[in-house]
């Protein structure tokens, strides 16, 4: 039987100034210390169906004697019952490789990179719906596995519950992410890119609208006798005058409304856009008009 020749010792002074040139440190059995100006590589030499052979074990120190000299023992058993440790390295690879790209970790990283690009509040609605609707069927599973069956039936359960638009949404999401991950070599087509048409039209949902001088005047009429919160009945006031989205006027800043002039400018940064555009200032000043009446109510 072949004794192990190599010394912790040993391997720890075996450098390439020393000997000035690669050395090869045999250590029986196939293995031996590969020195390098680079470091030091763990190898073994074996034959396997009349060839030869060579199977990296590791790199010194993050792989001490002790542990190559099992992964070579291992490997030689692997050899013995008709295995070659290459390809079972490579096995193994992909396998772990296949579990790292499951939906929901590309979908993770997919978020990851969005944040700074999209605002918060939209990043926090895409993460909610992907965990309640697409991750309990879709999250485990490799993206190579996941066919465009397998996402239409994941999207008519959400159908089922009367959820159209909904299901339109993560349609779309889902086609974002594998785009990502298509990208970034993780997947080879979007499964999603075939479904088009095949979700049910979201119904029309005809909302009430006041469409009368009569029904205006009894609205605004209403607006002026509410007895609520100050601030509240100021922003009801300003709502049909100024014409603004609900969060411009809610987190209005007085430093913004210029009383004198009748004006107030909403900064770039606060108008609807994406982050990055807002980052990058190109998202331009708002300046709204105030009438007199907007003014006495600021007042």
């Given at each position: 039987?072949?004794?192990?020749?190599?010394?912790?010792?040993?391997?720890?002074?075996?450098?390439?100034?020393?000997?000035?040139?690669?050395?090869?440190?045999?250590?029986?059995?196939?293995?031996?210390?590969?020195?390098?100006?680079?470091?030091?590589?763990?190898?073994?030499?074996?034959?396997?169906?009349?060839?030869?052979?060579?199977?990296?074990?590791?790199?010194?120190?993050?792989?001490?004697?002790?542990?190559?000299?099992?992964?070579?023992?291992?490997?030689?058993?692997?050899?013995?019952?008709?295995?070659?440790?290459n390809?079972?390295?490579k096995?193994?690879?992909?396998?772990?490789?296949?579990?790292?790209?499951?939906?929901?970790?590309?979908?993770?990283?997919?978020l990851?990179?969005?944040?700074?690009?999209?605002?918060?509040?939209?990043?926090e609605?895409?993460r909610?719906?992907?965990?309640?609707?697409?991750?309990?069927?879709l999250?485990?599973?490799?993206?190579?596995e996941?066919?465009?069956v397998?996402?239409?039936?994941?999207?008519?359960?959400?159908?089922?519950?009367?959820?159209?638009?909904?299901a339109?949404?993560?349609?779309?999401?889902?086609?974002?992410?594998?785009?990502?991950?298509?990208?970034?070599?993780r997947?080879?087509?979007?499964?999603t890119?075939?479904?088009?048409?095949?979700?049910?039209?979201v119904?029309?949902?005809?909302?009430?609208a006041?469409?009368?001088?009569s029904?205006?005047?009894?609205?605004l009429k209403?607006?002026?006798?509410?007895?609520g919160?100050?601030?509240?009945?100021?922003?009801?006031?300003?709502?049909?005058?100024?014409?603004l989205?609900?969060g411009?006027?809610r987190?209005?800043?007085?430093?913004?409304?210029?009383?004198?002039?009748?004006?107030?400018?909403i900064?770039?940064?606060?108008?609807?856009?994406t982050?990055?555009?807002?980052?990058?200032?190109?998202?331009?000043?708002?300046?709204?008009?105030?009438?007199s009446?907007?003014?006495?109510?600021?007042?």
């Open positions: 039987m072949a004794t192990d020749k190599l010394t912790d010792r040993q391997v720890k002074a075996a450098t390439f100034e020393k000997y000035e040139k690669r050395t090869k440190l045999s250590d029986g059995q196939g293995m031996y210390l590969d020195v390098q100006p680079s470091g030091k590589y763990w190898r073994m030499k074996y034959r396997f169906e009349g060839k030869e052979k060579t199977l990296a074990l590791g790199v010194y120190p993050d792989v001490p004697l002790k542990l190559a000299r099992q992964r070579r023992s291992e490997a030689r058993e692997q050899i013995a019952t008709g295995i070659d440790p390809e079972a390295k096995q193994l690879k992909a396998a772990q490789q296949v579990k790292a790209d499951t939906f929901k970790a590309v979908a993770e990283d997919w990851r990179l969005k944040k700074g690009e999209l605002a918060d509040s939209t990043l609605v895409a909610k719906r992907l965990e309640t609707w697409a991750y309990p069927k999250g485990h599973l490799p993206l190579s996941i066919k465009p397998t996402v239409l039936e994941a999207l008519r359960e959400i159908e089922n519950q009367g959820k159209h638009e909904t339109h949404r993560i349609r779309q999401r889902i086609g974002e992410i594998y785009r990502f991950a298509v990208a970034e070599g997947a080879e087509t979007d499964p890119s075939i479904l088009k048409g095949l979700l049910k039209t119904p029309t949902q005809h909302r009430s006041i469409t009368s001088p029904e205006l005047r009894a609205l209403a607006i002026d006798a509410y007895g919160h100050a601030t509240t009945r100021a922003a009801l006031k300003l709502a049909p005058m100024l014409f989205r609900p411009e006027l987190n209005a800043e007085w430093k913004e409304i210029d009383l004198k002039s009748g004006t107030w400018i900064p770039g940064k606060r108008m609807k856009g982050q990055k555009a807002k980052k990058a200032g190109q998202v331009p000043d708002h300046i709204v008009p105030l009438p009446q907007a003014t006495v109510v600021l007042k």
